[in-house]
């Protein structure tokens, strides 16, 4: 099993520019959520999904969108990329249990 | 919604010293408790974890403690060694039945000295 892949690793962007970033997972978990890490503010829950067709917001969802047509795929949109979005984006995954999130290795996205 | 307050930010050890991070939760509903390991560049990775019926579970080096009353948490690492140098990241959910997603304290920087 490969986990959870994310693509890409490093990305940079101009102010206003949109882009998709990646993630999938290949162990049939229901659960999958997109996280972004910034220094000394931990990991802030941007969205997730309990399942194929669900998605929710988290804590800081303002300027991404989310789908999840499939198990498998969790993609991440940017929608107007602004400096403040600079930062590290983990994927992550849970199966039914709830417990143990599996993280993918994460995109370092710069915005200018 | 869960608040998680985790303590210290940064914590400095000399090898082979004890060292304990310490987590608040505010929601007594609560019932799982992981702790993260990231070590730089990588991801977070699950070292130990501790359900609400356990007052504690050890795994060699590192142990968890819970107190439900007080509704806190402890990492401890005894006999440090450089390699425990990372962050460690505490987190509290309600599992299964609840909307699972952990909400994560903000990190602590451990830095163990050879």
């Known amino acids: 099993n490969a986990g959870v892949t994310q693509t890409p690793k490093f990305q940079v962007l101009k102010t206003g520019q949109s882009m998709t970033l990646q993630c999938a997972q290949d162990m049939n978990h229901e659960y999958m959520s997109w996280y972004r890490q910034d220094p000394g503010m931990g990991l802030r829950l941007i969205h997730y999904?309990?399942?194929?067709?669900?998605?929710d917001q988290g804590e800081v969802p303002n300027g991404y969108n989310v789908s999840r047509s499939t198990t498998e795929d969790f993609p991440l949109r940017l929608l107007s990329a602004a400096p403040s979005q600079t930062s590290v984006y983990f994927c992550a995954s849970s199966g039914t249990s709830g417990n143990e999130q599996y993280f993918g290795p994460g995109t370092r996205l710069t915005v200018t | 919604g869960e608040n998680v307050e985790q303590h210290p930010s940064t914590l400095s050890v000399q090898e082979g010293d004890s060292a304990v991070i310490k987590c608040t939760y505010s929601d007594s509903a609560s019932n799982y408790f992981p702790w993260y390991k990231q070590e730089l560049g990588k991801r977070p990775q699950l070292i130990i974890d501790i359900r609400s019926n356990v007052g504690e579970k050890k795994d060699q080096r590192i142990a968890v403690t819970l107190n439900k009353t007080a509704k806190h948490f402890s990492l401890h690492i005894t006999e440090t060694q450089p390699e425990d140098s990372a962050v460690y990241f505490c987190?509290?959910?309600?599992?299964?039945?609840?909307?699972?997603?952990?909400?994560f304290g903000r990190g602590t920087s451990l830095i163990v000295h050879p």
């Open positions: 987190a509290a959910s309600i599992t299964p039945g609840g909307s699972y997603i952990p909400t």
């Open positions: 999904s309990v399942g194929a067709g669900i998605t």
